[in-house]
């Protein structure tokens, strides 16, 4: 059997195959009224597609525990009811296609109240639907980005209060996986990192403060989650600073990234999702197929946490190679998830796999 098209199994939760959906920012959510960070006919649209494309576990793009957590202000969110009824309609969807759903709990931090990619992608204020944002330290992410407030120690409680509601409200919703958004710059890496982080309390200075926070939120998600399913926690292994001596920042390393991923296994994290970057802006990425595999790959050698795989992973061979060779459990696609929905289907067929498919979709197969 192709490993591509294994089964995987995630405490009693059972992953038809190996090909993954990573998480992917829509910004197409309202951004007033009611209907503010709830889920629409797009989005239904979008998640559903790939399931019926054969894709074994479909993960949400990052949905803000709090309003002031969204990247945009069209961004998608879990901190009301309505916003869970609409989630339902989807994960009930998905389920039915034989996809596993999760949801990615995120808070954006001081790269938060930003305008869509295609608008140009810069901060926005209150004429626009933004907001001040929040981080570790009032550090702008790059020049042109506003100061963001100071998180207070009795506020940072209140963000993992955040996380712990959310991921209650993301179990109603009937997602079966809580994927806890660690990466890409967002909150939780800010505080990771030394580059972000300037704090001189419990929170910053040494690896053990500058990972509290991810811990306490991975604990309060891990508290309202049932024991039967697993949690998931997004890391940048590396903010591709220390990698190039040229560049004087101080930053996240990958040494960090292992010495955390035993951490998080012990607080009950099932896997990590390795991506990198995003926290330094102008940082030197050497980019290229399947470039992030390599931090993966350490984690999982130098520890017993399972890792899924990202990074401009594109065919059904390479991805077929990750796993044989034991460099990742799982692979997640995004952008060419986007370009071929059914890319799942389309690997079983080139790997002699199988893949589940709906009734009036049989024809095809």
Sequence with gaps: MSALFEPCTLRSLVVPNRVWMAPMCQYSAAVEGPETGVPNDWHFAHLAARATG?????????????????????????????????????????????????????????????????????????????????????????????????LTTDEIAGVVDDFRQAARRALDAGFQVAEVHGAHGYLIGQFLSPHSNHRTDEYGGSFENRVRLALQVVDAVREVWPEELPVFFRVSATDWLTENPEDEREGWTADETVRLAALLRDHGVDLLDVSTGGNAP?????????????????????????????????????????????????????????????????????????????????YAI
């Design 282 to 362: 102008r940082a030197r990425i050497a980019t290229g197929p399947g470039y992030q595999v390599p931090f993966a790959e350490r984690v999982k050698r130098e520890t017993s946490l399972p890792v899924a795989a990202v990074g401009l992973i594109t065919d059904p061979q390479q991805a077929e190679k990750i796993l044989t060779e034991g460099r990742a459990d799982a692979v997640l696609l995004g952008r060419e998830l986007l370009r071929s929905p059914s890319w799942a289907r389309d690997a079983a067929g080139a790997l002699n796999g199988t893949v589940h498919a709906p009734a009036p979709y049989g």
């Design 54 to 150: 054969g894709t074994g576990l479909i993960l949400t793009e990052a949905t803000a525990v709090s309003p002031e957590g969204r990247i945009s202000p069209a961004d998608l969110g879990i901190w009301n009811d309505t916003q869970v009824e609409a989630f339902r309609r989807i994960t009930e969807f998905v389920k039915a296609q034989g996809s596993v759903v999760g949801i990615q709990l995120a808070h954006a931090g001081r790269k938060a109240s930003t305008a869509a990619p295609w608008t140009g992608g810069g901060p926005v204020g209150p004429e626009a639907h933004g907001w001040t944002p929040v981080g570790p330290s009032p550090l702008p992410f790059d020049e042109g980005y506003p100061v963001p407030h100071e």
